[in-house]
């Protein structure tokens, strides 16, 4: 009689199985430097996991590819001069607000594009994603994205090259971060170019993309069932009259920017004294007024 060898099972929900795949990642990757050993905690080993479906090996692959990027870009020294003008226009922040589980909220603001700089813009899309992850508060991994496409045309649309950079660096260097995304009154002619560029955005993330229109009362109350209406700016049907404001917004991560310095131990005498920072003064164009 033959036997077939029972294949492995891996339990999700059994704790000794899922340490037993974290220590085994971990120790794939072998020695790290000093900002790689912070970089892969334990939560970023599990969310590296969760991408590749606790498949040890394809979770090294892409972690090694992450650490090889991060070593290239240097995302924890990107500091505020550094990209400050990408946001003078309030095209893309960090809110204000969190959602209903405490998540970080950023809103993105395609028709308030202002530059044409791919390096730039990319740029800008790390420091404020890494920011992101920064104010996350304690047990939790996750972000949400507001997008408003009020008053975005074809000529608003970033180069094809920029798009798909900008899709692989959060697919693949900010795997499982994610919680949802909520694009809100997009054209038609934006649904047209979108499905282009949903080839290139893996299946898993896909599913957390939601389409949200302001006359649509179920599209509305699958973005207010994730974040309050109280707190929810007016311009995507909620009741909150925030708006951005560069200067406010400029102190803010002149101050982050300390916080940065202190999680990656780096030389905080290297980051703007948050008393030294020079007075930014926004023309009235670029503070975002409320919607009407």
């Not at 909520?182 to 934006?190: E, Q, S, V």
């Amino acid at each position: 009689m033959f036997w077939r060898k029972q294949a492995s099972h891996f339990d999700l929900d059994d704790a000794e199985q899922r340490q037993a795949k974290i220590k085994e990642l971990r120790a794939a990757l072998g020695p790290l430097s000093a900002c790689g050993e912070k970089y892969c905690n334990e939560a970023c080993l599990v969310r590296y996991l969760e991408a590749r479906n606790w498949n040890v090996d394809k979770s090294r692959k892409m972690l090694e590819e992450s650490l090889k990027w991060r070593a290239a870009r240097r995302p924890e020294d990107i500091h505020w001069p550094d990209v400050s003008v990408e946001a003078e226009t309030g095209k893309m922040y960090r809110a204000p607000f969190t959602d209903r589980e405490g998540r970080t909220v950023i809103v993105m603001r395609p028709a308030k594009q202002n530059t044409s700089s791919h390096e730039g813009q990319l740029q800008y899309l790390t420091y404020t994603l890494e920011n992101a992850a920064l104010n996350l508060p304690q047990g939790q991994d996750k972000m949400v994205w507001l997008i408003d496409f009020t008053g975005w045309t074809l000529a608003h649309r970033s180069p094809f090259k920029t798009s798909r950079e900008s899709i692989s660096t959060v697919q693949n260097h900010y795997p499982e971060r994610l919680s949802a995304a909520f694009m809100f009154n997009p054209p038609k002619i934006f649904e047209a170019s979108f499905k282009v560029l949903k080839v290139l955005i893996d299946p898993k993330s896909a599913q957390k993309l939601n389409f949200v229109y302001k006359e649509n009362e179920e599209s509305m109350k699958t973005m207010y069932n994730h974040i309050d209406p109280e707190v929810l700016p007016v311009e995507f049907g909620g009741k909150n009259n925030v708006v951005y404001n560069h200067e406010d917004y400029s102190k803010l991560m002149t101050k982050d920017d300390i916080k940065t310095a202190s999680f990656w131990a780096a030389d905080v005498n290297h980051v703007i004294n948050v008393d030294s920072v020079p007075e930014v003064k926004p023309k009235p164009s670029l503070i975002v007024a409320k919607a009407s």
